[in-house]
T-cell receptor
């Protein structure tokens, strides 16, 4: 099946630890995105990448880092500098970095700091 | 940000009614708009999109209306069903965001049978 796979579905982290969330797509999409969603809130953009080896900060990039070494993969690292990391994290991809098209979303990773 | 007067955080309807969900977008330069449906604990699913050179677009049981004069977007769902119960988000895109979508706060639609 073509789609976007986020793993793990649930993740627990101790305070002060870095953690990496995985996002893989087999849709051959050029652009990929990371969003954060807090309870009862909309999605806020963390980082996006329109092409391999390039990425841009979104509205809330502080405390996060990403890499885009392969077209199909866009991992997100939540660092210890992120003050309130407990949230639902969503990865998405879209086909063409030049033309706006719908973004396809994964099923999310729920991160909890314990 | 969104216009409080237009955005309702919750909407309750009876099965079979038509639903209208409103959204006020933030950037007059936005040229692409999209509606998503999100069920609890899942990722958003695409419903319908519209570009700024259009003011109406229809899908299966759904219609999106765009009013650029007042920066307003609406989603109409015909003959609402219990399976339509979810949170609905509008999103916009403008050049400064690349191809990234910028989301509104969402409206929770509850359909009772």
């Amino acid at each position: 099946d073509g789609g976007i796979t986020q793993s793990p579905k649930y993740l627990f982290r101790k305070e002060g630890q870095n953690v990496t969330l995985s996002c893989e797509q087999n849709l051959n999409h050029d652009a990929m995105y990371w969003y954060r969603q807090d309870p009862g809130q909309g999605l806020r953009l963390i980082y996006y990448s329109q092409i391999v080896n390039d990425f841009q900060k979104g509205d809330i990039a502080e405390g996060y880092s990403v890499s885009r070494e392969k077209k199909e993969s866009f991992p997100l690292t939540v660092t210890s500098a992120q003050k309130n990391p407990t949230a639902f994290y969503l990865c998405a991809s879209s086909m063409n970095p030049e033309v706006n098209t719908e973004a396809f979303f994964g099923q999310g990773t729920r991160l909890t700091v314990v | 940000g969104e216009s409080v007067g237009l955005h309702l955080p919750t909407l309750s309807v009876q099965e079979g009614d038509n639903s209208i969900i409103n959204c006020a977008y933030s950037n007059s330069a936005s040229d692409y708009f999209i509606w998503y449906k999100q069920e609890s604990g899942k990722g958003p699913q695409f419903i319908i999109d519209i570009r700024s050179n259009m003011d109406k677009r229809q899908g299966q049981r759904v219609t999106v209306l765009l009013n650029k004069t007042v920066k307003h977007l609406s989603l109409q769902i015909a003959a609402t069903q219990p399976g339509d119960s979810a949170v609905y988000f509008c999103a916009e895109n403008y050049a400064q965001a690349g191809t990234a979508l910028i989301f509104g706060k969402g409206t929770t639609l509850s359909v009772s049978s």
